[in-house]
């Protein structure tokens, strides 16, 4: 009962002791659960990482480029904008 209680608690030593076995997995040098697990949250934050650069990438684009400003075509006197015949339209 004493063995039961102790291996209940999880007290440190007592495992191996009660149940005969090692704390590694089926005898393998390294822990693959270990391992398995560090890529799994490695993996995750990766994703975030990578997810988050590409929402500010997409979001920092600018919208579409005006239109290419036709030789001859009247422009405003600050340059920004040129004359199609019937509105401004941006030259930049």
Do not use: K
Not at 20 to 28: A, M, Q, V
Not at 53 to 59: D, I, N
Not at 61 to 89: E, K
Request: proline residues 8%.
């Amino acid at each position: 009962m004493l063995a039961t209680a102790l291996l209940a608690c999880g007290a440190p030593g007592v495992n191996s002791a009660v149940t005969g076995g090692s704390s590694g997995g089926f005898g393998l040098p390294i822990g693959f659960g270990d391992v398995i697990t560090s890529w799994i949250a490695f993996s995750i934050v990766a994703l975030g990482v990578l997810t988050l650069v590409l929402t500010v990438f997409l979001l920092r684009r600018g919208g579409p480029a005006p239109a290419a400003v036709p030789i001859g075509a009247t422009l405003s006197p600050d340059g920004a904008y040129w004359w199609d015949g019937a509105s401004w339209r941006p030259a930049r």
